[in-house]
C-alpha cells in the first residue's frame, strides 16, 4: 500500500501536488469541466516543478477531480490576453520532464485537455472515457502541439480524420488506434494511474516522449494531403480552420517537431484572429445561455417526467415519439385510426433501421426503442400520463376539441403540450381549465433529427410547467428556447418574412435557383426554396388556405406555389416541386415547367420581369430577417438576442460561423442594414418593411443589437 499521502498543498490553486509512496500525483479540480484557464496553466507548472523537486517521486501522475479530464482550454479567455504561461509552454515543460508523466483520462478528455495528455509519456484511460480535438468545431485547430503530437501517436491518415471531425474516440478505441497505451474499467482514474505508474517503474526505463518517436509519421504519403484539400474545397469550401488543419498536421510530417509546432502555433493564431472563431465560440454558448430563462428563477420545482402521451401518429407524432423513447421515456402514441397507427408506427421503425444500417444503434436497441413506444386508440391510456404532447392538423378547431378531451382524461397536474407551428397557444389552453398546465413545444421536422424545441409560453403557463419543460428539453438532447405566443412564434416568424422575399424576389423576375444559390453561398445548407421542397409545399399551402377560409387580413393571395400544390406538386415526397428530382435523389433541378408558372403568375400580376442582383436578393432575405427578429425583441417574444440566435442556428441551418442572425447583422453593420430597411420600406412597402423601432435607435446609437 502507498505510504500516507505527502501534500505540498500550493496554496489558493487549482492544481494540487501529492506523493503516494513513489509517484508525485498532480491533481486538476477545477469544476465544472477542468477548463484549462490561467489557475490551471499555472498550476500545472507549480506542480511539476514540486514533482521534479521531489526526490522521491520516481514517476509522475496526472489525474483529474470530478466529472472529467481537462475538458480544453478555457474558452471564456478567448479574445483576451493569455495571461502566461500558455498552455504551448504548459506542454513543452511536461515534454521536457525528466522523470516520466503519465495521464490518467476520465470522461471527456478534449482540446488542450487531451493535448496536455499528448504530452505526457504515457496515457491511461477509463474504458468509458472520451478522447477528442474539438477544435475545428469552434472555428480553430489543436494549438497546444494536438496537430504535431496526435499524427505521431496515430498517423498522420487517423489524425485528420479526428482533428477535422472534432469527434471523439471512446477508450477502446483510443488503445486500439494507439492513443493511449492502456484501458482500464471499473476503477478511479487515481487508481488507473496508480497501477501504470506501478508498472512503468518495474519496468525501468524511461519512456520515449511522443514529439520524438517518428515509427507512425514516417513514410506518410504525400498525396494524403492533396486529397484531403481537394475534399474540403469541396465539402466546406468556406470554412477557413479545416484548410489550415490540413497545413498543420501536414508540418508534422514533412518539417522537424519545432519547426512544426512553430508552424502550428501561426496556423492556430490565424485562426483565433478568424471572425469564424468568434461566430462558432458564440453559437457554443448561445446553446448553452438559452437553457437559462430570464425570469425563471433557478431551482424552480420541476414535475417528474415518467410517462408521455403523443396526440397523433403523422410524421411530426412519430418523430416526437422518437425524440422521447430515444432518451428511454414510454411514450403512448394515440391516433383516432387504426391505419393511421399502423403507417405511424411503421416508419418510426424504418426511421429505426436505417440508423441501425448506419450503425448508429443495435437491432436489440431498435426493438428496446420500439417497445418503449405503445400505439392506441384510446384517450383512456393517457390517463397516466405526465406530459401530452399534441400533434393533429393545424387547425384550431381540431386542436381545441383535443384539449377538451385531453383535459377531461388526464390526471391533474399533466402537462399538456401543442406542437402547433402558427396557432395561439393561449386560445388552445382556454380550451382547458388547466391554462397553467398548457404551453407550446414546437419540434422542427424531422422531430427526431432537428435539435431545436420552441418552448412558447402562454398568458398562464406556471413558471413549475416552463422550468419542467425547459429541462425536459434537455433531457431529450434538444435546445430549448422559451419564446413568447405570436404567429410564427419566432422562428416561423421570421422564416415567414423571407418566405414573402423569396416569393417577391420571383414574382419581380429572379429565379428561385437564383434566391437558393444565393441563400445557399451565404451558408445555409438549403435555399429556401428547397427547403420549401424538402418541408412539402403542401404543408404552407394548407396553412394560407387555413388562414384565407378564416378570412384572415394578413392572409396572402394564392401565388405560384400554390398553382403547384394544386398540380400535386409537393416536393420532394412528389419527386416534384419547386424543382424536379430524379427517384431517388434529393438533388433539386430546375424544371421549365415551373418556370411557366411563374411566368403565368407574373402576367396574371402584371409584372414586367426585371433582371435582380444577387446583392439585391441577399440584403432583401437577410435583412428582412434582422428587421423581424429586431421586432420579436420589442415585443418580448424573445427574451433576448441569444435567442434569436440559437433558434435559427438549431432550426433552421443558420451558418454556425457566422454566430446566429443578430450576431452577424452587427457585423454586417446595423447602419447598413437600417438604411437598406428604411429604402425598401419606401420602395417595396409592406409591413414586412415598416422599420424596427429598436433596429433603428441602435444603428442611430452605434451600438449593437445581438449580444
Ligand atoms: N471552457 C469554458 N467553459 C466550458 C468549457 C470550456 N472549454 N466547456 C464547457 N464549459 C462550461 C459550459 O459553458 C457550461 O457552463 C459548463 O461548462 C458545463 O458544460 C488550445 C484552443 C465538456 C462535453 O471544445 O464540449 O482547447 O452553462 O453544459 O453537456 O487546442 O461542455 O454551466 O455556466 O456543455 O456535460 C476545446 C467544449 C476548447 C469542449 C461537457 N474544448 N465543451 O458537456 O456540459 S478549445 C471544447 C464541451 C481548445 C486548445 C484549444 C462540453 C463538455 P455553464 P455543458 P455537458
Avoid at 485547430?141 to 496537430?147: C, D, E, R, S
Wanted: with cysteine.
Amino acid at each position: 500500500m502507498p505510504s500516507p499521502a505527502q501534500t505540498e498543498a500550493i496554496p489558493s490553486n487549482p492544481v494540487q501536488y501529492a506523493r503516494q509512496g513513489r509517484v508525485g500525483v498532480i491533481t486538476v479540480d477545477y469544476p465544472p469541466v477542468n477548463a484549462v484557464g490561467h489557475g490551471v496553466r499555472s498550476g500545472l507548472v507549480a506542480a511539476l516543478e514540486a514533482g521534479l523537486a521531489d526526490a522521491e517521486a520516481e514517476a509522475l501522475l496526472l489525474v483529474c477531480a470530478g466529472r472529467t479530464f481537462m475538458a480544453g482550454a478555457d474558452i471564456r479567455e478567448f479574445g483576451k490576453p493569455s495571461a502566461p504561461p500558455t498552455l504551448p509552454e504548459v506542454v513543452a515543460r511536461l515534454d521536457a520532464s525528466t522523470k516520466p508523466v503519465i495521464a490518467a483520462i476520465h470522461g471527456t478528455a478534449l482540446g488542450g485537455g487531451l493535448e496536455v495528455a499528448l504530452a505526457c509519456h504515457l496515457r491511461v484511460a477509463l474504458k468509458s472515457a472520451k478522447l477528442g480535438l474539438p477544435e475545428v468545431k469552434l472555428g480553430l485547430l489543436p494549438g497546444a502541439g494536438g496537430t504535431q503530437r496526435l499524427p505521431r501517436l496515430v498517423g498522420a491518415a487517423k489524425a485528420l480524420d479526428m482533428i477535422l471531425s472534432g469527434d471523439p474516440v471512446g477508450g477502446e478505441e483510443a488503445l486500439t488506434i494507439g492513443l493511449v497505451d492502456a484501458v482500464e474499467d471499473d476503477v478511479s482514474p487515481l487508481e488507473a494511474g496508480l497501477r501504470t505508474a506501478d508498472r512503468l517503474l518495474a519496468d525501468g526505463r524511461m519512456p520515449e516522449p511522443v514529439s520524438a518517436r517518428t515509427d507512425r509519421i514516417a513514410g506518410t504519403d504525400p498525396a494524403l494531403f492533396t486529397a484531403k484539400r481537394a475534399e474540403l474545397a469541396k465539402r466546406q469550401p468556406q470554412l477557413f480552420s479545416p484548410h489550415r488543419i490540413v497545413d498543420a498536421v501536414e508540418a508534422a510530417v514533412t518539417l522537424p517537431f519545432a519547426e512544426g509546432t512553430a508552424r502550428e502555433r501561426e496556423l492556430f493564431l490565424a485562426c483565433m484572429d478568424s471572425p469564424q472563431r468568434a461566430g462558432l465560440i458564440h453559437a457554443f454558448f448561445a446553446e448553452r445561455e438559452v437553457a437559462k430563462v430570464p425570469g425563471l428563477p433557478a431551482g424552480t420545482p420541476t414535475r417528474e417526467i415518467r410517462k408521455v402521451g403523443v396526440i397523433g401518429a403523422g410524421t411530426m407524432g412519430g418523430g416526437i415519439a422518437m425524440c422521447f423513447a430515444n432518451a428511454g421515456i414510454p411514450v403512448v402514441l394515440v391516433d383516432s385510426a387504426q391505419e393511421a397507427l399502423d403507417r405511424g408506427t411503421a416508419a418510426i421503425r424504418r426511421n429505426y433501421e436505417a440508423t441501425a444500417r448506419k450503425g448508429r444503434l443495435t437491432a436489440a436497441q431498435v426493438e428496446e426503442r420500439m417497445a418503449l413506444i405503445r400505439p392506441t386508440l384510446s384517450y383512456g391510456d393517457l390517463a397516466d400520463a405526465d406530459l401530452v404532447v399534441e400533434a393533429a392538423f393545424e387547425s384550431m378547431e381540431v386542436k381545441r376539441t383535443i384539449f377538451r378531451t385531453l383535459d377531461d382524461t388526464c390526471k391533474p397536474g399533466a402537462i399538456l403540450a401543442t406542437n402547433t407551428s402558427t396557432l395561439d397557444v393561449d386560445a388552445i389552453a382556454a380550451a382547458t381549465g388547466r391554462p397553467q398546465d398548457v404551453l407550446g413545444m414546437h419540434f422542427f421536422s424531422p422531430a427526431n433529427v432537428m435539435r431545436l424545441l420552441e418552448v412558447v409560453r402562454g398568458a398562464r403557463t406556471s413558471d413549475t410547467v416552463l422550468a419542467t419543460v425547459m429541462g425536459l428539453a434537455r433531457r431529450i438532447g434538444k435546445v430549448g428556447v422559451a419564446v413568447g405566443v405570436c404567429y410564427g412564434f419566432v422562428g416561423n416568424r421570421i422564416l415567414h418574412q423571407r418566405g414573402r422575399e423569396s416569393m417577391a424576389l420571383v414574382e419581380e423576375g429572379a429565379s428561385p435557383e437564383q434566391v437558393d444559390r444565393v441563400l445557399t453561398e451565404f451558408g445555409f445548407p438549403l435555399g429556401h426554396f428547397s427547403m420549401t421542397d424538402l418541408a412539402g409545399i403542401d404543408v404552407g399551402w394548407r396553412i394560407r388556405e387555413e388562414r384565407r377560409k378564416a378570412g384572415d387580413p394578413e392572409a396572402q393571395a394564392p401565388n405560384w406555389l400554390d398553382v403547384l400544390a394544386e398540380r400535386g406538386r409537393y416536393g420532394q415526397k412528389t419527386s416534384a416541386g419547386v424543382y424536379r428530382y430524379e427517384p431517388g435523389s434529393r438533388t433539386p433541378i430546375p424544371d421549365p415547367e415551373v418556370a411557366a408558372v411563374i411566368e403565368e403568375d407574373r402576367r396574371n400580376r402584371g409584372i414586367a420581369p426585371r433582371a435582380v442582383s444577387d446583392e439585391e436578393v441577399r440584403e432583401r432575405c437577410l435583412y428582412v430577417m434582422v428587421n423581424e427578429a429586431a421586432k420579436i425583441l420589442e415585443e418580448g417574444i424573445a427574451a433576448r438576442p441569444v435567442d434569436i440566435d440559437a433558434i435559427w442556428l438549431h432550426g433552421y441551418g443558420f451558418p454556425s460561423w457566422r454566430g446566429g442572425l443578430l450576431f452577424w447583422a452587427d457585423r454586417e453593420g446595423l447602419g447598413k442594414i437600417a438604411a437598406s430597411v428604411q429604402r425598401y420600406h419606401r420602395d417595396i412597402g409592406g409591413p414586412q418593411w415598416r422599420p424596427s423601432a429598436l433596429l433603428l435607435q441602435r444603428a442611430a446609437d452605434g451600438q449593437p443589437i445581438g449580444c
